[in-house]
């Protein structure tokens, strides 16, 4: 079966991240394979948005190792604690950067990134992998990315415990 969006271009990104959210339920609703959802919701964040980087680091053991994404090559892995995705891991909550450059010990995957946006997903408790984005542009995540890209996370800790 094909899956499509529909993307409303005019619309402010708060609309769009409104419009958006029945149609990722959707596209994951059912489905209980974790990569397969991550895989759809990268390709979907990247198409709607045109971040330059989308895309999960899964934990395993003491380190978050590359997952599903859209973007240019990434990071293999990253220890706990460690650049953007480590930090919101060990602190359990979104962490917003809007200039990588200047947030200590950041991770430089790619030189064009310049500002990011991680939220952890949870299950029982345990941050178990991040939604990392990033964009070429400085200061182009805020509070309205947070709010929502945390509800796309939600649907998937959904997914999980329907599994």
């Given at each position: 079966m094909?899956?499509?969006?529909?993307?409303?271009?005019?619309?402010?990104?708060?609309?769009?991240?409104?419009?958006?959210?029945?149609?990722?339920?959707?596209?994951?609703?059912?489905?209980?394979?974790?990569?397969?959802?991550?895989?759809?919701?990268?390709?979907?964040?990247?198409?709607?948005?045109?971040?330059?980087?989308?895309?999960?680091?899964?934990?395993?053991?003491?380190?978050?190792?590359?997952?599903?994404?859209?973007?240019?090559?990434?990071?293999?892995?990253?220890?706990?604690?460690?650049?953007?995705?480590?930090?919101?891991?060990?602190?359990?909550?979104?962490?917003?950067?809007?200039?990588?450059?200047?947030?200590?010990?950041?991770?430089?995957?790619?030189?064009?990134?310049?500002?990011?946006i991680?939220?952890?997903?949870?299950?029982?408790?345990?941050?178990?992998?991040?939604?990392?984005?990033?964009?070429?542009?400085?200061?182009?995540?805020?509070?309205?990315?947070?709010?929502?890209?945390?509800?796309v996370?939600?649907?998937?800790?959904?997914?999980?415990?329907?599994?």
């Open positions: 094909a899956e499509s969006l529909t993307i409303p271009t005019t619309f402010s990104k708060e609309e769009k991240y409104k419009t958006l959210l029945p149609q990722f339920k959707a596209l994951i609703g059912g489905e209980t394979d974790v990569i397969a959802n991550f895989a759809n919701i990268s390709a979907a964040l990247k198409q709607a948005f045109y971040f330059f980087w989308v895309g999960f680091y899964i934990v395993k053991r003491d380190e978050l190792v590359l997952g599903p994404f859209q973007g240019t090559i990434a990071c293999t892995r990253i220890k706990y604690g460690k650049g953007v995705c480590g930090t919101a891991w060990k602190e359990k909550r979104v962490v917003i950067v809007p200039d990588v450059n200047e947030f200590p010990g950041h991770i430089a995957c790619d030189a064009l990134s310049q500002s990011e991680v939220v952890p997903l949870f299950y029982k408790d345990e941050v178990i992998a991040v939604l990392d984005v990033d964009s070429e542009l400085i200061n182009h995540f805020d509070q309205i990315d947070a709010t929502y890209l945390q509800q996370v939600n649907l998937l800790e959904a997914s999980l415990s329907e599994a």
